[in-house]
T-cell receptor, first 114, second 114 residues
Framework: EAGVAQSPRYKIIEKRQSVAFWCNPI?????LYWYQQILGQGPKLLIQ????????DSQLPKDRFSAERLKGVDSTLKIQPAKLEDSAVYLC????????????FGQGTRLTVV | AQSVTQLGSHVSVSEGALVLLRCNYS??????LFWYVQYPNQGLQLLLK??????LVKGINGFEAEFKKSETSFHLTKPSAHMSDAAEYFC????????????FGTGTRLTVIP
């Protein structure tokens, strides 16, 4: 079974530039998450999708971050414009839509903003 | 509101010694509890999960954890540490409403000394 795919693995940009990350979840997983993991901290949820609808985006800085999941499969997370404090690993995860099931994580995209 | 506290950001043990990583949770509703492991430059991998069945949960790689409601704890243990156990470990909590949003602790980095 293929896992959660993310690209790119690494990205370096200058502040005020824009960047986009892509995620392909496990086939059949209706729920998709984007987490931000700052160095030395645990992952923090940015946004949760159920199919192509947003379930929770309360922690997403909407002035600069946006995410979409067209057709309820792949998802894209965008940052525009980037700030230094956005340097982090962005993790995508997917799961079946029940509370007790495991969330499967991709390898993440490491973003460095200089 | 839900949260997790992991006591000790760094833990060092000798190879063959007992591993004990501490996790205390706060939840206003019955929780689901998880332990994830993260190796360098990798995503998170589920070690084990508590979903209101048996309070002693066995996971992969010889790890286990016990849910203690009276102590609001879910500590992770392994009788004998192996060099390959060196990694970052995250405790996480979600609720049982089906929202499946994971709240992570800040992580504990385990070092195994030969």
């Amino acid at each position: 079974e293929a896992g959660v795919a993310q690209s790119p693995r690494y990205k370096i940009i200058e502040k005020r530039q824009s960047v986009a990350f892509w995620c392909n979840p496990i086939s059949g997983h209706a729920t998709l998450y984007w987490y931000q993991q700052i160095l030395g901290q645990g992952p923090k949820l940015l946004i949760q999708f159920q199919n192509n609808g947003v379930v929770d985006d309360s922690q997403l800085p909407k002035d600069r971050f946006s995410a979409e999941r067209l057709k309820g499969v792949d998802s894209t997370l965008k940052i525009q414009p980037a700030k230094l404090e956005d340097s982090a690993v962005y993790l995508c995860a997917s799961s079946l839509p029940t509370g007790s099931t495991e969330a499967f994580f991709g390898q993440g995209t490491r973003l460095t903003v200089v | 509101a839900q949260s997790v506290t992991q006591l000790g950001s760094h833990v060092s043990v000798s190879e063959g010694a007992l591993v004990l990583l501490r996790c205390n949770y706060s939840s206003s509703v019955p929780p689901y509890l998880f332990w994830y492991v993260q190796y360098p430059n990798q995503g998170l991998q589920l070690l084990l999960k508590y979903t209101s069945a048996a309070t002693l949960v066995k996971g992969i790689n010889g790890f286990e954890a016990e849910f203690k409601k009276s102590e609001t704890s879910f500590h992770l243990t392994k009788p004998s540490a192996h060099m390959s156990d060196a990694a970052e470990y995250f405790c996480a909590v979600s609720d049982q409403t089906g929202a499946n949003n994971l709240f992570f602790g800040t992580g504990t980095r385990l070092t195994v000394i030969p």
